[in-house]
C-alpha cells in the first residue's frame, strides 16, 4: 500500500490510527476459525497447521501472539465438540445424463 | 425522483426511475468468520471474464482486508465521509430490529446516496452521490493491506519475505465482495445512455457493451465501486453473475442452474448463491424453505453490506465475531448483535443450513431436514451445544434432490485380531 510517503493531512491514511484490539479479540478470532475449520471436518494437525501457516495472516497473528499452546488448547476445546461427528455428504444419483446445449436455437 | 420502498432501510426512499422487480432475485450470502482470504474466487473469477488486455485492473470478485484494506482503495471511507459531509450528524438508525420482513433493522434516519445528490450535487442532472476513483487507486490490490508498512523505499512490487513484515497488532478480518445486483442499482440510476438494465428473470445486472459510451457515471456512482472502466475499449464493465450459468444454459449445467465461478471455487466453503422470490413490493416473498431466506429472515445471521447506501443489495454476510461492534454495526447496520448472537449460539436448524454450504454447485431452491436423535450435549466458549444426527436434503430447481448432509458419529469397528483387547 504505501507506495508514497504518507500525507500527514490526508484523513484516509492510516497512520497512527488507533483501534480497539487486545488479546482478547485475538483470542476469539482464533477460536472463530478454531470452530469454523473444526465444524468443516479439519483434523487437529490441519488446523494447527493454518495457524502455523505464514501465509494466513489472521491465523498466523493469533499463533505468534498466543503461542502454540493456547492455539492448541483453543483447537482441542473445538475438536472436543465438532470432532465428534463426521459429515457425510451424498451426491443424488443422476438421471440419464442430459445432452449439452451448447447453442441456443435462433427461432 | 419517484418514491420507492427500501426494506433493507425499513422506509420508503427516492429513486430516479419507478421500482420494477423481477420474478426472482440473485442473491448471496458470505459467512466472514470462515474466510481466510486465500483468494480461490478472486482468481476464478479472473481466469473466466477479466483476463484480456484492458482489463488487468479489473477484479470483479476480489477479497480485502478490513479496515486496512480496500478496492479501489478507501471506497466505502470514501463515499461514507461524503454522506457524512451531506448530511453532518444524521446517518443513523432509528428503531430497533425487529423479527419482521418489514422493518427487519430499524429504520434509517440519514440520507441515502441518491437523497443526498438533490440536496449537494449541481447539475439537477446528477442523480447519484460518488467519487471516481483514482488510478493509483484501482492499482495494486492487497499489496500491503495486511501490513501497516512496506519496506523503506520499495515500491510496486511484492516484497519476496513479506510474510515477515510487522502485521496489524490489533483485530482485522477478510471481507470478500463481488457487485451485489442490487434492487435499486446506483449505476443503473446514473448512466446517462441507459445502457445498464436488470434482467427481469433473475435481477442480475448487466451493461450493454453495445451502447455505452464510457462515460464512467456508472463507475462515479456505484457506492460499492465494482462498475470498471476500460480503457482500450472506451467501455465499462462490471460483474454479470456468470449468468450462463444461473440460467442453466452453461453446458456444464445439464439444464440445472449452477452458482457462479467464484462460489463454486470457494475452498473455505464461506459461500452460498441462490434465487430468492420476490412479493410486488419487491420485499422477500416468504419461502421458508429457502436457505437464503432462512438465514436472512428466520435466522437473522445475514445482513446487507452497507444497507445504508439505500441501493438494496442482494449481497449478504455473517459477520465476524470478533471485531468491535460500532464498526460491523456501520457496516452492515443495526442487525449485527443479534446476528452474531444467533450465529455464536446455532439453533438446530441453522447448524444444519450451514452444512448446506459448498456441497454442491447445483443453486439450492429447498432444503428439508430429517432430524434424528440427539448425540451431544455440552458447552463451548461458556455457550450451551446440542449435536443431533440430522440430515439435511438440498432440491434443485426442477425439485429433484442434489447431495445430502447426514451428521453421524463414527463408529469404529475394531478388527478381529484385537476383538478381545481394552
Known sequence: ?107 | MSTVKNWQLGRDMNYPYDARFPKQQFAFVFNINRCIACQSCTMACKSTWTFNKGQEHMWWANVETKPYGGYPKWWDAKILEKLEDANPGGQVWGGKPADGRDKPYGTFEGQTIFEAAQRTLTPDSARVLGYLPTDEEWNAPNIYEDNPIGKKGVRNKIDETGEQLPVHNTWFFYLARICNHCSYPACLAACPRKAIYKRAEDGIVLLDQAECRGYRKCVEACPYKKSMYRGNTRTSEKCIACYPRVEGTDPESGGEPMETRCMSACIGQIRMQGLVKLAEDGTWAEDRQNPLYFMVHVAKVALPLYPQFGTQPNGYYIPPRWVARPYLRQMFGPGVDRAIENYVSPSRELLAVLQLFRRSNRIIYKYEIKEGPKIYEGSLHGKKVELYNDTVIAFGKSGREIFRTTVEEPIHVRPNIHANSI
Open chain 1, 1 to 107: 500500500m504505501p507506495f508514497d510517503d504518507p500525507e500527514i493531512d490526508d484523513p484516509n491514511e492510516l497512520v497512527g490510527v488507533e483501534l480497539p484490539g487486545d488479546e482478547t479479540v485475538t483470542l476469539e478470532m482464533a477460536a472463530a476459525f478454531a470452530d469454523e475449520f473444526a465444524q468443516l471436518g479439519f483434523t487437529r494437525p490441519q488446523i494447527l497447521g493454518l495457524f502455523r501457516r505464514a501465509e494466513y495472516t489472521g491465523a498466523y497473528q493469533a499463533w505468534t501472539l498466543l503461542g502454540e499452546e493456547a492455539i492448541a488448547t483453543l483447537v482441542d476445546e473445538s475438536l472436543a465438540v465438532w470432532g465428534r461427528v463426521r459429515y457425510v455428504v451424498t451426491d443424488a444419483v443422476a438421471d440419464e445424463a442430459v445432452p449439452a446445449r451448447l447453442f441456443r436455437s435462433r427461432s
